[in-house]
């Protein structure tokens, strides 16, 4: 009986075995060259673990094959394909864009899997060219004194806190700044920066979509699969969330489009038609069209807060780690700000934030040194052969980008982990490939709001420049550790910086 037992248990093993390992020979018998797989994980076991954060692991896979232009690899057991090459990675995000249109991130239909970020080709071209008008210079400019009322509550603040000590987290600090500028751009609402109730509520939100959990595994192994089974990976309090803030928007100005021209306003206009609709590029029918329900447009609302907010406060906490950590960047461009705002009446304006030039360089440098959305993925449409290899992704495959792993190459950025601004000025960014700079994507699927992220961060860290300086603290770490169990990346433990006020 004990054998039995024993050969059905040998059995067990070994088909399950062969099932976890049974797609690891495809890159090897395709002369695809990649680190060698582990059973259940593929080359995501301290991602999935949780004891490394993926942009990490993917930049170690980058930096582990210096020669190769593609790096095959698995996420848990399906196959994707690593670009190293930044030609090839042109070819992909810009030239034969169709062919890639979608991130290949997607879940059910229903709660918040119909937004601009996770839509597939046919309603993202929909969505993008109706959220679009957004984004455009005048609308900009109109935002700027939303952004600038914002900042200044917020200064008044940080002077508050900084009279009972000068350490503090700036992280969780600059997130009430972004709560409550994200809160007015985007929604019309007025928020005190100050409200522990508001920050609390936004916490707790920003918590559960940026945790991964293991749903996001059994994605990977069956791409696909949250859509097909209409599975939403975030816990109903999450949509309830956004549909309430929607909903609250929408009784306060009774419905109608008002003249504040800003994303609810645009929803309500477009929530008039009850349907958006445009060209299908796809197979079937001609037309894609999606109705605008709450749902839908909670699930915008969902995609606008998740960018203004977390990955804005995010690029602040880092542009301040590094002004810290670098003395004299932070002198100059405490030097600029003085100068601006004399020039400008002591106004920051539209124009006197696009003077802001050395800032500007700043802002570009720390996203290159930390790039926030790691891996960019895009899903292939149809076969497609990568031009002169032999090499072809197939429908449905994924192909992945590691911008932690082409920032910091030293054939792009001479050495690469030291801070320098100057890499992005005018003559030193010439000559630089289109794809050697990649923190907001590149090409049509790019991030829609990066020129609204850079203005509200512009506007924060120039009002914060004006009053006070950073120093590192007793608790500031020498180097960034990455948090292992978020998507985007963020510094484990917080940025702990001491404040000082300036003399002026």
């Not at 080359?43 to 232009?69: C, M, T």
């Amino acid at each position: 009986m004990l054998i039995y037992i024993l050969i059905a248990l040998t059995s067990i093993c070994y088909f399950w075995y062969y099932y976890l390992t049974r797609t690891f020979n495809y890159w090897k018998s395709r002369n695809v060259v990649g680190p060698k797989p582990v059973p259940l994980f593929g080359n995501l076991q301290d991602s999935s673990l949780r004891r490394k954060n993926i942009g990490v692991v993917f930049k170690d896979i980058y930096n582990a094959y210096p020669n190769e232009k593609v790096v095959g690899v698995f996420r848990m057991t399906t196959p994707c394909l690593l670009l190293r090459d930044l030609d090839v990675i042109k070819h992909v995000l810009i030239k034969d864009f169709d062919y890639f249109s979608d991130r290949g991130v997607s879940f059910g239909e229903k709660g918040l899997g119909n937004n601009l970020f996770h839509s597939d080709s046919d309603m993202w071209r929909v969505l993008r060219n109706r959220f679009t008008p957004i984004f455009t210079t005048g609308k900009l400019k109109n935002m700027v004194y939303l952004l600038s009322k914002s900042g200044d509550k917020f200064i008044e603040l940080v002077d508050d806190i900084c009279q009972k000590q000068k350490e503090h987290e700036v992280h969780s600090l600059v997130q009430k700044y972004t709560m409550a500028t994200i809160s007015a751009c985007a929604f019309g609402l007025e928020v005190d920066t100050i409200s522990d109730t508001h920050n609390s509520i936004f916490t707790k939100i920003d918590d559960i979509i940026f945790t991964p959990t293991y749903i996001d595994e059994i994605d990977m192994m069956y791409p696909g699969v949250l859509r097909k089974l209409n599975i939403d990976p975030f816990p109903k309090e999450v949509p309830e969330f956004f549909e309430q803030l929607v909903k609250n928007v929408i009784e306060q100005r009774n419905g109608k489009p008002t003249d504040r021209k800003d994303f609810m306003d645009l929803i309500l206009k477009l929530r008039e038609d009850r349907k958006l609709q445009g060209p299908k590029r796809t197979e079937g029918k001609n037309e894609t069209s999606l109705e605008l329900t709450d749902d839908v447009i909670a699930a915008q609302a969902f995609v606008f807060y998740a960018a203004g907010y977390e990955t804005s406060a995010s690029t602040m906490a880092f542009m301040l780690y590094a002004l810290a950590k670098n003395p004299d960047v932070q002198n100059k461009v405490i030097a600029e700000v003085d100068r601006v705002l004399e020039k400008y009446d002591g106004r920051l304006s539209f124009e006197a934030l696009t003077d802001l030039k050395y800032m500007e360089k700043v802002f570009n440098e720390t996203l290159r040194f930390y790039p926030l959305v790691e891996p960019l993925q895009r899903n292939a449409k149809r076969d497609y052969k990568i031009p002169r290899m032999n090499v072809t992704v197939r429908k449905g495959q994924m192909v992945l980008i590691s911008p932690l792993g082409i920032q910091h190459d030293e054939k792009y950025y001479p050495n690469p982990e030291k801070f320098d601004p100057e890499r992005f000025s005018s003559e030193n960014s010439s000559g630089r490939h289109a794809c050697a700079y990649l923190a907001f994507g590149t090409g049509p699927r790019n991030c829609i709001g990066m020129r609204f992220a850079k203005l509200q961060s512009l506007v924060c860290i120039a009002k914060f420049f004006s009053k006070f300086r950073v120093e590192p603290s007793k608790r500031t770490l020498p180097a960034m550790r990455f948090v292992p169990k978020r998507f985007i990346m963020a510094h484990e433990g917080g940025i702990h910086l001491n404040i000082i006020p300036r003399s002026i």
